[in-house]
């Protein structure tokens, strides 16, 4: 009887000091895992963190690469400019006939000089350079009504020159299609009308000048252009 209560002794105490044993291991073990979880949460972190330097770094290089490519794009336009200059300095050095203003008033009246002393031919070549420099020029309708000017006195004084006729006409319906309002519109339509009854089409020499006068009613192209009606219709 002692002997069982001697070993019931012993078992209360060993079960006495194995419980806060146990506690103290579990405890031990949650502190681990929580310090694990820092580590890597930290870990991750720094990862996340690098990445994005690395990505900025990244962005910024491009932004320097687009920079650069502007420059040089800007670099190359600015060249091709000074080479399109020397290229228009050497030529015109070559042509010393060629009017070397880049004003295109100052062209513009040569031109007209040179049709008027009957020049014809060098004053189509600088109304056409003319309309090269200056293709929307303010002179441009101008431009385009006395070349069908020149063009059909030189078809008036060889009517077998069908090409002529043709070139007069077309650059005073040039003037009419691309530059209505222009004063020089009805210029041109009184002109294609003109042009209309010396070929005796007289329907689409009535039906142009019956333009002239709605476009430009109690002008002086209008009262000749109703002069012209009236002989047609006579």
């Known amino acids: 009887m002692r002997f069982t209560q001697s070993w019931l002794a012993v078992g209360a105490m060993v079960v006495t000091m194995t419980l806060p044993g146990s506690s103290w291991a579990k405890s031990e073990l949650d502190l681990r895992l929580t310090r694990l979880e820092n580590i890597i949460e930290n870990e991750l972190n720094i ?11 990244e962005i910024r290089e491009l932004h320097g690469k687009v920079e650069e490519q502007q420059n040089a794009m800007q670099a190359l ?24 203003s880049t004003s295109e008033q100052a062209i ?30 303010t002179q441009a309708a101008s431009v385009y009504y006395w070349l069908g000017e020149i063009y059909l006195l030189q078809w008036q004084q060889n009517r077998s020159d069908q090409g002529l006729l043709d070139q007069a006409k077309q650059s005073f319906t040039t003037v009419t299609n691309k530059y209505q309002g222009d004063t020089k519109e009805a210029d041109a339509l009184l002109k294609l009308g003109m042009i209309e009854i010396d070929l005796g089409n007289w329907t689409q020499a009535k039906e142009i000048l019956t333009k002239v006068i709605q476009k430009q009613p109690n002008s002086s192209r209008a009262r000749i252009a109703e002069g012209k009606l009236q002989r047609l219709q006579q």
């Open 108 to 137: 513009f009246d040569s031109a007209y000089k040179l049709m008027n002393t009957k020049k014809y031919d060098a004053a189509i070549t600088e109304f056409k350079d003319l309309l090269w420099q200056f293709p929307e020029g």
């Open 47 to 57: 990862r996340l963190i690098n990445q994005l330097d690395a990505m900025q770094q």
């Open 77 to 100: 336009n600015q060249k091709q400019d000074k080479l399109f200059v020397n290229l228009d300095s050497r030529l015109n050095s070559l042509n010393p006939d060629v009017v070397t």
